[in-house]
């Protein structure tokens, strides 16, 4: 394929994907069961997923400076159109970090040969703004309505909702004069309530818009909402569920929607874009340092929650992934592979594994499981990971 001229433009040679260890896989920081089909040349990936039923099902964006993800589509067309549109959806595209050039330098997307594919294989309605102005909420709704990348939609809508508007107008106003700490910077944007009653009083002469008005909680949780729906294995949405209903006084639903976050890894929190890092210093979890504040109980009884609040990040990792892969041995015991599966995955990216050389085992150990459970490209993708981080460090 051509390269393209969209921030994701470079595609793999599929010659590339059959050596032995290709050199775009990023084992260990990149979960074994991607496939990188489309670089930006900065290091991020558009990957394929291979699911439980071993089908590719989901095209994720993954991000290399922490090994983040989320999905872009449910197939390739999808995450080419939406590249191409992000920058034209509301507000302002809030990226895990500032490139050090434009990341989408030729905007002749007429003559962009993926998306001209990628168009033909979404509904028409999308195309007519690839060559027309619209007004960005009607991109956004349109992409909705046609099902298209719905998940990357939301979560763009959900940054528009609570971000777009405090880092125009707020952010500058704080770190003009003081000399916020990073986390305290990030609880304050996150949520503007939270902001001490003098610092908002300065802040309110300085902003030409009432504070209340520069965050809607209300359209964020409703696009969370849909987006934990359609992907309720990403921790994002129930972190904004789950903080929407606190800040409603319903705490019973926050804390079931913190309890859903506890569950999913942190490769999915989207935690630097929505500034929900925080609460790093109190747990792993976002979602669990806030079930930890409302029902600290729920927290001493359970012996995972308690690993996921232990102040020292190394140790929470270690026990972690002790905990997962002690669960994994024990599925495996009772003749279970699809469950122990789950479990050595967690082991490694739940939070996170502490050492390369505990990546390579557990690696080993998803791939029997996928070979266990029929999974043929599961397994064969799962291999050469494990070949990728052999021959990278040696392990």
């Known amino acids: ?23 775009m896989i990023w084992p260990g920081l990149m979960s074994c069961d991607l496939l990188p089909i489309l670089g930006n040349t900065g290091g991020d990936w558009l990957c394929v997923r291979v699911d439980g039923d071993d089908r ?75 060559q027309s102005p619209a007004e960005p909420h009607q991109i956004a709704q349109t ?14 809508l959900v940054l528009e909702n609570l971000m777009h508007s405090v880092s125009e107008m707020i952010v500058p106003a704080l770190t003009r004069d003081t000399g916020l700490h990073r986390n305290q910077l990030a609880e304050w944007s996150f949520d503007l309530l939270r902001i001490p009653q003098r610092e908002r009083q300065r802040l309110a002469n300085e902003c030409p818009l009432p504070l209340e ?77 806030r079930l930890s504040y409302l029902s600290p109980e729920e927290i001493a009884e359970s012996a995972y929650l308690k690993m996921l609040c232990d102040p020292d990040p190394k140790q929470r990792r270690i026990e972690i992934t002790q905990y997962w892969r002690a669960k994994a041995s024990r599925h495996l015991e009772s003749d279970d592979p699809a469950e122990a599966h789950r479990c050595f995955t967690n082991a490694a990216w739940d939070v996170g594994a502490q050492s390369i050389p505990v990546y390579g085992e557990l690696i080993e150990k998803i791939e029997d499981c996928a070979r266990l459970s029929n999974q043929a490209s599961r397994a064969e993708i799962a291999r050469t990971h494990r070949r990728c981080l052999k021959d990278r460090y040696g392990e």
């Not at 994701?8 to 010659?15: K, L, N, Q």
């Open 1 to 23: 394929m051509q390269p393209g001229h969209g921030e994701f433009r470079e595609a793999v040679d599929p010659a590339c994907l059959l050596q032995q260890s290709p050199e």
């Open 143 to 156: 992409l909705l309505d046609n099902h298209v990348a719905e998940v990357a939609v939301g979560c763009e």
């Open 213 to 289: 008005e520069l965050q809607d909680w209300r359209a964020a949780k409703q696009h969370s909402q849909r987006v934990a729906e359609l992907a309720p294995e990403l921790a994002w949405p129930w972190d904004i569920l789950g903080y929407a209903a606190e800040r409603e006084g319903d705490l019973e639903t926050a804390k079931t929607s913190y309890r859903r976050a506890a569950q999913c890894s942190v490769f999915t929190d989207q935690s630097i874009r929505l500034q929900t890092y925080w609460t790093s210093p109190e747990s792993a979890k976002f979602g669990v340092a």
């Open 56 to 130: 590719a099902s989901q095209i994720v964006h993954w991000y290399h400076g922490g090994g983040d993800w989320i999905p872009w589509g449910n197939s390739l067309a999808e995450a080419i159109v939406f590249d191409a549109l992000v920058d034209r959806l509301p507000g302002k595209t809030r990226r895990h970090a500032e490139p050090a050039e434009d990341p989408r330098p030729e905007p002749r997307l007429l003559e962009d040969p993926m998306l001209r594919w990628g168009l033909e294989h979404v509904p028409d309605a999308i195309g007519k703004f690839i």
